[in-house]
């Protein structure tokens, strides 16, 4: 396999070494594979995994050596820093999320040419969500022109990922069945329907349902949570009613049905007489392995997961539904915070980092895929060997998961605020509408975080001459 491989890559070099001009004004530069470099790659997550695929990556082409460097602080301030210092790392992840502000600041080297130049990895192998990392650098707006990043993996961000043992625990302690009781949509009379959305309505009251309570009335065991990625979550709520976060300048749409109806959702989850989790903000319960403790019956949450917080190995039988719809049954709107991989600008060997994004995005999936992680971003590759691991368990979640690809969307993001000042200001100005000791209406927190949102956007619009 690594000979085939060899061959197929240095193909690609020597592809690379006639290409010059990528036809755009960019310069593809030649990886030549008998000079030494060494390479940086950040990242904040699946460190070994990264350095098990580099060091093979390091087998094929013995003069050039990928270093993978796992952050220790907030990830995109220390990209910032870095940039500012002069020492961006090569190669780095990047979240949609995030990428406007880079290639603004044109810190990131444009993959188009590079792309075309090379043979292992062809436009066919990308999902349409890669239009994502497309940034027009005229317009200065993301969804078209080249691209600056390839999505790595994906995955639906919150299906409904639930303990069986707890609904069998329940029907087996009521005269009525929890099921009959919620009313969702079924399967086989029990458990939630793994194809069909049961509404939001109807989770919040099975979530609450599975809920326990000490005598003074505090949670001995969450019925749900929502504290990863809420702002996402919100995002998706407002989404699946029709409706967007921001107006098309990057305005907050504070007083849209969609968007108050979507807090709402998000905080009954939290809140009055329908709560189930702990609040946003929280760090009673580590989401990931409460669940696998038992501590939580339900997380909304991404096939990760099950790698990330070793689910297979849980104690107790675990099902996967969609995420619930405004209504029961509504045909599916998910989204994805996907995350993909970047080269600086400033690269000392961009065709070296080059190599090895394009190696990462064929062989390195081919490794991600063995382990039962989320959908890679090389289409080909998942349409083959995510669902043909040889491990029939993996298998069957991997396809289950890859069977929703084509419904996901984005996970909105605003064209002038990156996510975390987004996360930052909705963590102030939404929590107190489920606070308990400064609550003000759904409402009246949303148009604070619009007052506070359309602020930023306008020093960002002046910032940048628009």
């Not at 069945?177 to 959305?197: F, H, I, K, Q, W």
């Not at 921001?246 to 907050?252: A, K, S, V």
């Not at 969609?322 to 029961?328: D, F, L, R, S």
Request: hydrophobic share 35%.
């Amino acid at each position: 396999m690594k000979k085939r491989l060899l061959v197929i890559l240095l193909a690609c070099v020597c592809a690379f070494g006639f290409a010059g001009c990528g036809g755009r004004g960019d310069v593809v530069q030649t990886a030549d594979p008998s000079k030494k470099a060494e390479i940086d790659f950040y990242v904040w997550s699946e460190r070994d995994l990264c350095q098990d695929i580099a060091d093979s990556f390091h087998d094929l082409y013995p003069n050039w050596t990928v270093n993978v460097t796992l952050a220790t602080s907030d990830y995109y301030s220390s990209l910032q820093t870095y940039s500012g210092a002069g020492v961006m790392p090569d190669i780095f992840y990047m979240q949609p999320g995030y990428i406007s502000d880079f290639c603004r600041d044109r810190l990131l080297l444009n993959l188009s040419p590079y792309m075309e130049a090379g043979t292992d990895l062809t436009q066919e192998d990308l999902w349409d969500l890669n239009n994502s990392y497309r940034y027009d650098t005229e317009a200065e707006r993301l969804g078209s022109g080249d691209l600056y990043a390839f999505i790595k993996d994906f995955t639906l961000e919150f299906m409904m990922v639930y303990n069986k043992a707890h609904i069998d625990a329940y029907d087996d302690a009521h005269s009525v069945s929890l099921a009959e009781e919620v009313g969702y949509p079924t399967d086989d009379g029990v458990y939630p329907s793994s194809s069909r959305s049961m509404s939001w309505e109807q989770s919040e009251k099975m979530c609450r349902l599975l809920s326990q309570f000490d005598s003074n009335g505090n949670f001995t065991r969450y019925g749900s949570n929502v504290g990863f990625e809420p702002w996402a979550h919100l995002g998706q709520f407002v989404r699946q009613m029709g409706g967007t976060l921001y107006d098309e300048e990057g305005y907050f749409n504070a007083e849209s049905e969609a968007v108050i109806a979507g807090l709402n959702h998000l905080k009954n989850y939290m809140d009055g007489d329908t709560a189930s989790s702990v609040r946003i903000g929280s760090s009673v319960v580590n989401e990931g392995m409460g669940f696998r403790n038992g501590d939580i019956s339900v997380v909304f949450t991404g096939r990760w997961a099950f790698q990330q917080y070793d689910w297979d190995n849980a104690e107790f039988e675990i099902g996967v539904a969609p995420p619930p719809m405004p209504q029961a049954e509504q045909p599916l709107t998910a989204v994805s915070a996907m995350v993909g991989i970047a080269i600086s600008a400033d690269s000392q060997y961009p065709a070296v980092a080059y190599k090895f994004v394009e190696y990462y995005m064929t062989y390195g999936q081919r490794m991600l895929s063995k382990e039962g992680f989320n959908i890679p971003g090389n289409k080909t590759i998942a349409q083959k060997d995510y669902i043909q691991t040889g491990n029939e368990e993996i298998d069957a979640l991997n396809a289950y998961f890859l069977s929703y690809a084509d419904q996901v969307e984005m996970v909105e993001v605003n064209p002038w605020l990156d996510y975390g000042t987004i996360g930052t200001i909705f963590g102030l100005q939404l929590s107190p509408c489920w606070s308990t000791s400064d609550r003000t209406s759904v409402e009246g927190a949303l148009m604070n975080a619009k007052e506070a949102i359309d602020d930023r956007v306008d020093q960002n619009k002046n910032r940048y001459g628009n």
